[in-house]
């Protein structure tokens, strides 16, 4: 019985005691009527007794089960800078080769950075295509670590020369406790991003500051309960019946890693052709894999041994963030997506997650709605472009510059785009 089942019957035992104890009053003593009415007496007095001891029983695990639960503190990468350093400090130029092990050191225990400030992310994305790493470094008088800022410099045969913190994930702007030092980074960018050497600078963070930023996008988080079954409850009906009419189809849900590739970009590749987007090389997904083993995981539905959807999950300390996921279109009408994320988000709670974060989002748009559903709710993105020649438009899909393309794209079968789609994309932030 669950406390509220309890307190009910309780309730009703001790409204009967009550009546039984009037009707004591209207009978002759020692009369059958008087004995069966002590009888009774006796059996609900019984089990008012049980009742109240599985009461004080539930009420206690209930109050373990609270003590037990870990904060939901949010990370704090998605909270304001406040502080200021207020001392004189110095922003230096690092070339990739010479980043010093003290930096991997700091941004591994500084709490507002991310995984995409791992040295693991900066070795991924120096051995792609079309980049170059540099790393703004921000030390104090005494020499010590105070910030830092990875910057990507892109030189691309389609779009030209570029520089981006950081192309192709969601995360990696300036690392930082304190607003002078933010400041200060960003305007070593302004600097060179003005200098006409580059078509434009972006910096892509969570942080507001004195300059003018694109406020377009937002990441969309939700806090993790102790077991699916509290999320169950508070997901709601509504959401759980959604994600239930896919069970019709008898679906099959796996998680892995690099064993489950060749089906994730199978779904992908396809999804990726029908939203009219250059598709990421395989390549690109295993070596991610590679790189970051214990902390990746593929997630894919099957629907008859083919795969219809799936996700692409990175954990960094008590988050799991899904960058990428894709749906084949008739695999909509089953509502596996819905099916989909329902078991990857009891996964990160079983993995003992306490946030999920579902990706980034154009406020208001369908996939910002289809995260608020679930309970996430969304943090502002602040994009900062500095040139000669400010326009607010950077080199990435969301562009309406690429309308067109992203038609002619549609149009193609999925095969060519798996050949040339990985030559374009890499050259998109």
Same mark, same amino acid.
């Given at each position: 019985m $669950?406390i509220?089942?309890?307190?009910?019957? +309780?309730?009703?035992?001790?409204?009967?005691k009550g009546?039984? %104890?009037?009707?004591?009053?209207?009978?002759e003593?020692?009369?059958?009527?008087?004995?069966?009415l002590?009888?009774?007496?006796?059996?609900?007095s019984s089990?008012?007794?049980e009742l109240?001891?599985? #009461?004080?029983?539930?009420l206690?695990?209930?109050?373990?089960?609270?003590? %037990?639960?870990?904060?939901?503190?949010?990370p704090?990468?998605?909270?304001?800078?406040?502080?200021?350093?207020?001392?004189?400090?110095?922003?230096? =130029?690092i070339?990739a080769?010479?980043?010093?092990?003290?930096?991997w050191q700091?941004?591994?225990?500084?709490?507002?950075?991310?995984?995409?400030?791992?040295?693991?992310?900066?070795?991924?994305i120096?051995?792609?295509p079309?980049?170059?790493?540099?790393?703004?470094?921000? =030390?104090d008088?005494?020499?010590?670590?105070i910030?830092?800022?990875p910057?990507?410099?892109?030189?691309?045969?389609? +779009?030209?020369?570029?520089?981006?913190?950081?192309p192709?994930f969601?995360?990696?702007?300036p690392?930082?406790?304190?607003t002078?030092v &933010?400041?200060?980074?960003?305007?070593?960018?302004?600097?060179e991003?003005?200098?006409?050497?580059?078509?434009?600078?972006?910096i892509r963070?969570?942080?507001?500051?004195?300059y003018?930023?694109?406020t377009?996008?937002?990441?969309?988080? =939700?806090? @993790?309960?102790?077991?699916?079954?509290l &999320?169950d409850?508070?997901?709601?009906?509504?959401v759980? %019946?959604?994600?239930?009419?896919?069970?019709e189809?008898?679906?099959?849900?796996?998680?892995?890693g690099?064993?489950?590739?060749d089906?994730?970009?199978?779904?992908f590749?396809r999804?990726?052709?029908d939203l009219?987007? !250059?598709?990421?090389?395989k390549?690109?997904?295993? +070596?991610l @894999?590679?790189k970051?083993?214990? #902390?990746?995981?593929?997630?894919?539905?099957?629907?008859d041994?083919?795969?219809?959807?799936?996700g692409f999950?990175?954990?960094?300390?008590?988050?799991?963030?899904?960058?990428?996921?894709?749906?084949?279109?008739e695999?909509?009408?089953?509502?596996?997506?819905?099916?989909?994320? $329902?078991?990857i988000?009891?996964?990160?709670?079983?993995?003992?997650?306490h946030?999920?974060?579902?990706?980034?989002?154009?406020?208001?748009?369908?996939?910002y709605?289809?995260?608020?559903?679930?309970?996430?709710e !969304?943090y502002?993105?602040?994009?900062?472009? &500095?040139?000669?020649?400010?326009?607010g438009?950077s080199?990435?899909p969301d562009?309406?510059?690429?309308?067109l393309?992203i038609?002619?794209?549609? =149009?193609?079968?999925?095969w060519l785009?798996?050949?040339?789609? !990985?030559?374009?994309?890499s050259? +998109? !932030?």
């Amino acid at each position: 019985m $669950d406390i509220d089942s309890v307190k009910a019957e +309780l309730k009703q035992l001790k409204a009967s005691k009550g009546k039984i %104890a009037r009707q004591f009053k209207t009978v002759e003593s020692g009369s059958a009527e008087h004995t069966a009415l002590i009888e009774q007496m006796q059996q609900v007095s019984s089990r008012v007794k049980e009742l109240e001891a599985e #009461q004080k029983r539930l009420l206690n695990a209930e109050t373990e089960t609270t003590q %037990a639960a870990p904060p939901r503190v949010l990370p704090a990468q998605f909270s304001a800078i406040k502080k200021q350093f207020g001392q004189s400090f110095e922003v230096t =130029r690092i070339a990739a080769a010479k980043v010093p092990d003290e930096w991997w050191q700091f941004a591994a225990q500084h709490p507002r950075s991310s995984v995409y400030h791992s040295r693991e992310i900066w070795e991924f994305i120096s051995s792609q295509p079309h980049t170059t790493a540099e790393l703004l470094l921000a =030390r104090d008088g005494k020499n010590r670590i105070i910030g830092g800022l990875p910057l990507i410099i892109m030189t691309t045969p389609l +779009l030209g020369n570029f520089a981006v913190s950081m192309p192709f994930f969601n995360y990696g702007g300036p690392v930082t406790e304190y607003t002078d030092v &933010f400041e200060a980074l960003l305007g070593v960018c302004k600097q060179e991003g003005e200098s006409g050497e580059l078509k434009y600078v972006e910096i892509r963070t969570l942080q507001a500051s004195a300059y003018p930023s694109s406020t377009k996008k937002v990441s969309m988080l =939700r806090a @993790l309960p102790d077991t699916p079954a509290l &999320f169950d409850e508070e997901v709601g009906a509504k959401v759980r %019946a959604q994600a239930k009419k896919a069970e019709e189809y008898r679906p099959r849900f796996k998680i892995g890693g690099k064993e489950l590739l060749d089906d994730f970009y199978t779904v992908f590749a396809r999804n990726m052709r029908d939203l009219g987007t !250059p598709v990421n090389a395989k390549a690109f997904f295993a +070596l991610l @894999l590679d790189k970051l083993p214990e #902390q990746t995981h593929i997630a894919v539905a099957y629907v008859d041994n083919r795969p219809v959807a799936t996700g692409f999950l990175l954990s960094h300390r008590n988050m799991m963030e899904i960058p990428w996921a894709s749906t084949v279109r008739e695999a909509n009408k089953m509502n596996m997506n819905m099916w989909l994320y $329902d078991n990857i988000l009891k996964f990160a709670i079983n993995k003992g997650m306490h946030w999920f974060d579902f990706g980034r989002s154009t406020q208001d748009a369908g996939t910002y709605r289809f995260k608020k559903q679930w309970g996430a709710e !969304p943090y502002q993105h602040h994009w900062y472009q &500095f040139s000669q020649h400010p326009s607010g438009d950077s080199l990435n899909p969301d562009n309406p510059k690429f309308k067109l393309a992203i038609g002619v794209w549609q =149009r193609m079968p999925v095969w060519l785009t798996r050949k040339i789609g !990985p030559y374009v994309s890499s050259q +998109l !932030p």
